[in-house]
């Protein structure tokens, strides 16, 4: 959600917070493509600098002192000006040199061999997910994901992964971070049937994201195809496939060819950031469990483990470690007759872990439990 609006008319006229209040997206921050750096901007600061001196400041060599000047006009409008003396790096837009340009959430420029790129509260709240998702490694799939969501809210997109790989929930959060946010977001089953899919659900999601899953064999239900690509039906399409070869097969010729594609890597490539993402989901169970604190057997275990079920069996991993920490023995599991911890015992075994998860006695489970008797 975005911060709540100054409520002073003399930091926040009345007119901007109005269009503030209505949901308009408004700018909160550039961010340098393919990159880390983020440059927040302040929401009731009307006029920011970029350059190695600026509000902004970027270290780069080819920026001036004060390389552009940043001004919020009406709605969600920004204007960037470039204001340095030398103009040996001009400001690009869209590969032409310009002194000046207007720009919303999504838009980019570049000054130099820097490009930048505008950011509203949603596009930033989705990074989290989108990188959890695509790789933590992959910032240029991650920024182009976020502006394709952003820019072009009328563009279909195509989530390309194994099953598992939590495409559904790369597709809640495309539609999350664009303008269709404010209307429905549907899910289609796969069908092959003809009339397998309900049309209701493309009346539904009007002016909002339709999920589309096809069929891991055969087409998609082709009448719902020629009704969902009818102009009249007024939605984007996120459609999530284990390969580029079922679109061909279930959409007309050329209709997809427009689209943004994303290709989600299977965990079993991605194996150094299973400690990351472990770390980032156990911290949100508010647990106090870590990698780092595991014995060394089971970090070698849960990293060379091959994860079929990709991102959806690791996030079901982290229930089950929370729950294996309360034992301190071999025997203590097997006397625990517990039908909500049950689950978890076969899980440990299907992975042939050693109890204690944590070799020291002051393991989390354990202050847990001495708190419980």
């Known amino acids: 959600m975005c911060p709540v609006a ?137 920024d182009d994901c976020l502006i394709a969501a952003a820019v072009d809210a009328d563009r279909h997109v195509v989530l390309i992964g194994e099953p598992g790989s939590q495409q559904e929930r790369l597709a809640g959060t495309i539609h999350w971070a664009s303008t269709r946010r404010h209307n429905r977001f549907v899910e289609i089953a796969p069908t092959r049937a003809l009339g397998g899919a309900d049309l209701q659900k493309i009346r539904d999601a009007r002016d909002g994201t339709l999920l589309l899953w096809l069929p891991a064999r055969g087409r998609f239900d082709q009448n719902f195809i020629s009704s969902v690509m009818a102009s009249q039906a007024k939605v984007r399409l996120v459609i999530c496939t284990r390969s580029l070869g079922k679109i061909n097969g279930s959409f007309p010729a050329s209709t997809m060819d427009s689209a943004a594609r994303f290709a989600i890597a299977p965990l079993r490539e991605r194996k150094d950031e299973i400690p990351v993402l472990l770390d980032r989901w156990l911290i949100e169970s508010r647990s106090s469990l870590r990698f780092r604190a595991l014995a060394p057997e089971i970090q070698d275990k849960l990293i060379s483990h091959r994860w079929r079920g990709n991102l959806q069996e690791l996030h079901a991993a982290v229930d089950h470690l929370i729950t294996l920490t ?36 002051s393991s989390p489970g354990a202050t847990s439990r001495k708190r419980t008797k």
């Open 6 to 142: 100054p409520l002073r008319t003399e930091t926040y006229p009345s007119e901007k917070r109005k269009s503030y209040l209505a949901g308009t997206d408004i700018i909160t921050a550039l961010r340098i493509y393919g990159s880390p750096i983020e440059l927040p901007l302040l929401a009731g600061q009307r006029v920011a600098t970029l350059g190695r001196a600026g509000d902004l400041r970027v270290d780069h060599p080819y920026l001036a002192t004060v390389h552009l000047r940043l001004e919020r006009v009406s709605g969600n409008w920004v204007r960037v000006e470039n204001i340095s003396t030398d103009r040996k790096n001009p400001l690009i837009v869209d590969h032409r040199e310009v002194t000046e340009c207007y720009i919303q959430p999504g838009d980019q420029f570049r000054v130099g061999d820097t490009i930048y790129y505008a950011l509203n509260e949603e596009m930033r709240l989705a990074r989290k997910t989108v990188t959890e998702v695509l790789g933590e490694t992959r910032e240029p799939e991650i």
């Open 326 to 361: 309360y034992y301190h023995s071999e025997r203590e599991a097997e006397r625990d007759n517990s039908t909500t911890r049950s689950e978890s015992r076969a899980w440990r075994k299907r992975f042939n872990l050693p109890l204690p998860l944590i070799p020291d006695a």
